[in-house]
């Protein structure tokens, strides 16, 4: 079974821009969360999309969004690029919104200059 | 006070030695326990998932519960050099079932 894909893997953007990175899901797995990865702050959880719906959000401000399509697929956007937003932006997913533990892909290095 | 804690610095160990993580949460409430490794430059991987009280062994890894003191632990024996790499404690929370995670423990397993 594939795990989680995301693309791509490595962006290098300029402050003011927009970036897109898409991520898809472990077949079977409906939800999908999305986290920044810094060396100071640590893992933060941005969203968790299920079923197309966004269930949680943290604490990040509406620059960051995203969404969930109907095979489960799911894209995050940051608009207004910020030198801060330098991170690795995971993606994870899992079978359910219950317990069950998440599994993460790759991640898209995000570098803005 | 944070979600999840993780307060030890780097630690390093012997080859062979047993490693010790530790681990406390705020929400008393929370179910799921979870502790992830993650090599430098990769991802997290899961390792270990611990749902009650107590211990939980898969080969050389133990993760210990205690949800009265709210706090989860992972012993690492007979530790390798491929053991070097952080470790990622997580917990669901109630209600809104995301995982929060803490900032993570550096090991080193010297040869």
């Known amino acids: 079974k594939a795990g989680v894909t995301q693309t791509p893997r490595y962006l290098i953007k300029t402050r003011g821009q927009q970036v897109t990175l898409s991520c898809s899901p472990i077949?079977?797995?409906?939800?999908v969360s999305w986290y920044q990865q810094t060396p100071g702050q640590g893992l933060q959880f941005l969203f968790e999309y299920f079923s197309e719906t966004q269930r949680n959000k943290g604490n990040f401000p509406g620059r960051f969004s995203g969404r969930q399509f109907s095979n489960s697929r799911s894209e995050m956007n940051v608009s207004t690029l910020e030198l801060g937003d330098s991170a690795l932006y995971l993606c994870?997913?899992?079978?359910?919104?219950?317990?069950?533990?998440?599994?993460f892909g790759n991640g898209t290095r995000l570098t803005v200059t | 006070q944070k979600e999840v804690e993780q307060n030890s610095g780097p630690l390093s160990v012997p080859e062979g030695a047993i490693a010790s993580l530790n681990c406390t949460y705020s929400?008393?409430?929370?179910?799921?326990f979870f502790w992830y490794r993650q090599y430098s430059g990769k991802s997290p991987e899961l390792i270990m998932s611990i749902y009650s009280n107590g211990d939980k062994e898969d080969g050389r890894f133990t993760a210990q519960l205690n949800k009265a003191s709210q706090y989860v632990s992972l012993l690492i024996r007979d530790s390798q050099p491929s053991d070097s790499a952080t470790y990622l404690c997580a917990v669901s929370g109630r209600g809104n079932n995301r995982l929060a995670f803490g900032k993570g423990n550096q090991v080193v397993v010297i040869p």
């Open positions: 929400d008393r409430g929370s179910q799921s």
């Open positions: 077949s079977g797995h409906r939800s």
């Open positions: 994870a997913s899992r079978f359910d919104r219950g317990q069950s533990p998440l599994h």
